[in-house]
């Protein structure tokens, strides 16, 4: 089944209004939800006290909300093309289902790495509070990802969409078993450049801006042999270019 241009419109607009929003909830308190609170308690060193102290002012639900928020706003856009997949396999009336179905196997799994990244990042709060050195670390751990044959094959792997049960329970299980798949490939190529802006103790938002960036682009590039290199992704920058010389011209 092949979905029309104004289908299409109807799958990446709505996706990318919630990205917008998302990033904009992040711009008016920029930084905070992505910045654990800290006092002389917890900065004195590492104890049970200390501890205590640093949840206290950073409640776990306060951390997870702002995790899922980064999330929506990281990672929505790269979702356009799998939600376009589930349109074109699916009839109309079981879309919007299979979409939820997807989206929540998906999040599930993200989620959960999210909760082993909020520990990583507390804990490294409390060792070093403040500190750019836990960011500068997995910064180069992410930098060597990048380049690694593992890496590439998550990513391409992330590509090969399944296929979907039409009707039924088959169909249920297959767009939330779609959903789940997708988000353990995800998890695999994306988990470093999702963990380092986490880690920063100053420009979060830039660092997520940068990294969205690259993980949008890096995933309109063609399959190359999986080897240990450096890939430059700038598909989406030539993109971004000609459309705006495009726009440019057409006001002139």
């Not at 900065?43 to 049970?48: A, E, V, Y």
């Not at 409640?59 to 790269?78: D, E, K, R």
């Not at 297959?174 to 999702?194: E, K, N, P, Q, Y």
Request: aromatic share 8%; net charge positive; glycine share 6%.
């Amino acid at each position: 089944m092949t979905i029309s241009g104004q289908e299409r419109a109807r799958i990446y607009i709505p996706i990318l209004l919630i990205s917008a929003i998302a990033w904009m909830m992040l711009l008016v308190n920029p930084g905070s939800i992505m910045t654990l609170t800290h006092c002389p308690v917890t900065d004195s060193g590492t104890s049970l006290a200390s501890f205590q102290m640093l949840l206290a002012m950073n409640p776990p639900s306060s951390i997870t909300a702002g995790w899922a928020l980064m999330l929506v706003a990281m990672m929505s856009a790269t979702l356009i093309a799998p939600i376009g997949h589930i349109f074109e396999r699916s009839f109309k009336r079981r879309r919007a289902r299979s979409v939820i179905l997807f989206v929540v196997g998906y999040a599930a799994i993200w989620m959960t790495a999210g909760s082993i990244f909020l520990a990583v990042k507390l804990a490294l709060s409390l060792l070093a509070p403040q500190s750019y050195l836990p960011a500068v670390v997995v910064g180069l751990i992410a930098f060597v990802w990048q380049c690694s044959p593992i890496k590439q094959r998550c990513l391409y792997r992330g590509h090969n969409h399944s296929e979907l049960a039409a009707f039924g329970i088959a169909a249920d299980r297959d767009a939330l078993r779609f959903g789940i798949t997708h988000g353990l490939w995800c998890v695999g190529s994306c988990w470093a450049l999702m963990l380092f802006p986490m880690l920063l103790a100053q420009g979060h938002l830039a660092a997520m801006a940068a990294v969205t960036f690259l993980m949008i682009s890096e995933r309109l590039e063609q399959p190359q042999p999986l080897s240990w290199t450096l890939r430059i992704r700038g598909k989406l920058m030539r993109i971004v270019i000609a459309q705006t010389w495009i726009r440019l011209h057409q006001l002139r």
